[in-house]
């Protein structure tokens, strides 16, 4: 399940060779020679299928290259005008687009956001109160990540995507330490769109794409599908298969990582980082703002010096930037990814040097060996093979966990059964934080149904399942993925009323709760229930509302909606494992009603 989310890139085996871009960029400089036999050994030892690189200067690029193929299958070559997905390269926009409207004077980034969007709620009170656009945009707010919530739970709609957030539990207080987040990016696109009236896209475009001459860059993936020199994404799976990816549809959450772009569009926005926020002379990134954005705003990690690498030292999070110092120099840099894609942008304020490394490899280390490569040649240091440090660190790590595999023992209880029967699982679950999806049971196997993905649920004992993602493509993999506990709920009627999943490990297991599917009524036939009911003394009282709601009112009690679920039988909405059921005659009347409940049936007389 947790294979394919939020920052993705991929590889493959590949022969080819460079694919040099136009002359004008290409010019001959010593400082690039033998690079083509680097980069093409790269390309065969980290099965990528390609990447393109930019390098500038000041104010121009001094070269750029693409290698391997934006398309496997056809052996289409990335050239400097491949277009990749960026990913998470995008969050530097965003918030540039903040630090203009704060040159505008339409905002101060040290005011509560509420303030700007007061529509917008978090999880408690102190955070609604608290919570700035400085904290959004330097990832301190408390919030974890929660990327399932838009990953899996997928929708179109940015309110609906802003309406998730006050149930998103923080993880640490407020500005007690740095916790990646996309959704705070989201919200800093949506104050923008807030303020001037415009969508994110529209602000981009209008105030950074068009000043900077960036014509080849877009926000979706329909987009990059139709470019002329749109890249597929790729995935490498069980060390060696390269496999084309779906492209994945960000939507609403755009101003998170939905920029495809470049690298000699990239180009143009790193030059204008470098030359203090201007492009030919005329400002576009305000100065004030670009000095704050490439400053250590929260530190990420200790960021204490590598045994193997001591010269690369300290983290620490900006704007929407991350900054170290690498080999004694200061870098200004950030990642990308996305499925099929893996980004790097990144430039030495001091040395006024930019590269850009866009791949279309999945989660892939690709981008940082070879803007690695490049650094060392521009700022003449001593030679690092950082393919082979990148190497051992990704063994050593794929050997660590295997060898956690091996030496755990499950805490399985053999021989337990499910306290139910298959089909007592099947529902809609949903999550006010998350989203919905829906529990079927095909040919006595289990599936759990989203938006665009399924999973597999094998039991494991009693009510608990491991739910295995389904590929559209190669089925199930109970191998090289980790799966993801369901743990079903029952009520006190015995029925099966949520499920928890643990989809942020960072918080407790998040409960989805369970809804029994509604079958149509039509409106004549709800008619028929309409009318007085005597309980107890009381009389309960059914009537329609509008054309195919059935309600229930009992003295003292609020209304409750019903929903049909069986014939003649409801559910009552806000209430689990509380029902009525109706009973009619042979002549198709109702003469009474049951209330059942968890603490016994009750049945109430139809008055005439």
């Not at 509420?114 to 408690?124: A, C, G, S, T, W």
């Not at 430039?347 to 791949?359: A, E, R």
């Not at 665009?452 to 089925?475: E, T």
Request: net charge positive; proline share 4%.
């Amino acid at each position: 399940m947790k294979k394919g989310i939020c920052l993705l890139l991929v590889m493959i085996s590949l022969s080819s060779l460079a694919q040099s871009s136009k002359k004008s960029a290409n010019q001959p400089d010593n400082r690039f020679a033998g690079l083509d036999t680097t980069f093409t050994r790269v390309l065969k030892e980290w099965k990528t299928a390609g990447f393109a690189v930019a390098v500038v200067e000041k104010n121009k690029v001094v070269w750029s290259k693409g290698y391997g193929y934006r398309d496997l299958e056809n052996k289409l070559p990335v050239t400097p005008n491949t277009q990749f997905a960026i990913g998470s390269c995008t969050k530097a926009f965003t918030s540039t687009l903040i630090g203009m409207l704060n040159k505008d004077g339409k905002l101060v980034y040290d005011k509560p956001v509420r303030d700007y969007l007061p529509e917008l709620k978090f999880f408690n009170d102190e955070l609604n109160d608290k919570v700035t656009l400085r904290d959004m945009m330097c990832h301190r707010t408390g919030l974890p990540r929660h990327d399932y919530s838009w990953y899996l739970f997928t929708t179109a709609s940015r309110d609906s995507i802003m309406q998730r957030i006050p149930y998103m539990e923080p993880s640490a207080g407020l500005r007690e330490k740095w916790q990646y987040n996309n959704y705070m990016f989201f919200l800093q696109g949506m104050v923008a769109e807030k303020l001037t009236g415009k969508s994110w896209e529209e602000n981009v475009k209008e105030r950074i794409f068009t000043p900077l001459g960036m014509t080849n860059s877009n926000f979706s993936v329909k987009d990059i599908a139709k470019n002329a020199e749109g890249a597929f994404g790729y995935e490498v799976r069980k060390d060696s298969l390269v496999k084309k990816m779906d492209y994945y549809d960000i939507n609403a959450m755009g101003p998170a990582g939905s920029i495809n772009s470049t690298v000699m569009d990239m180009s143009k926005w790193v030059m204008a980082w470098i030359n203090g926020g201007k492009a030919d002379g005329k400002e576009i990134i305000p100065t004030g703002y670009l000095n704050e954005a490439i400053s250590g705003q929260m530190i990420v990690a200790s960021g204490l010096p590598d045994s193997e690498i001591p010269d690369v030292q300290f983290s620490n999070y900006g704007f929407g930037w991350m900054m170290c110092s690498y080999r004694g120099h200061y870098r200004v840099e950030h990642g990308g990814n996305i499925d099929g894609f893996s980004a790097s942008t990144c430039f030495f304020p001091s040395d006024s040097i930019g590269i850009i490394v866009l791949s279309n490899q999945n989660g892939s280390a690709v981008p940082g060996i070879v803007r690695n490569y490049i650094s060392d040649r521009l700022l003449k240091e001593k030679y690092v093979d950082w393919s082979s440090i990148n190497r051992k660190k990704v063994d050593k790590a794929k050997k660590a966990m295997d060898d956690a595999k091996k030496s755990s023992t499950s805490n399985r209880k053999p021989n337990a059964p499910m306290t139910h029967p298959i089909k007592d699982y099947e529902g809609v679950y949903a999550n006010k934080g998350y989203g919905s999806f829906t529990i079927v049971v095909k040919n006595d196997s289990v599936f759990v149904m989203l938006k665009d993905k399924s999973l597999w649920l094998n039991h494991f004992h009693y009510d608990v399942f491991d739910g295995w993602l389904v590929d559209k493509k190669d089925g199930i993999d109970t191998v090289n993925q980790e799966a993801t506990k369901f743990q079903f709920k029952m009520n006190l009627s015995g029925e099966i009323e949520s499920a928890l999943v643990q989809l942020e490990p960072s918080v407790k297991p998040l409960e989805f709760t369970r809804s029994v599917k509604e079958i149509e009524v039509k409106k004549d036939d709800l008619s028929k229930y309409v009318g007085d009911y005597e309980l107890g003394g009381m009389v309960a009282k059914f009537y329609l509302k509008g054309e195919k709601t059935l309600y229930l009112f009992v003295p003292g009690q609020p209304e409750y909606e019903l929903s049909p679920i069986e014939k003649d039988r409801f559910a009552l909405k806000i209430l689990s494992g509380y029902y009525v059921k109706f009973s009619v005659n042979d002549k198709g009347e109702v003469t009474d009603v049951t209330f059942q409940q968890p603490n016994g049936n009750f049945k109430a007389t139809r008055k005439k």
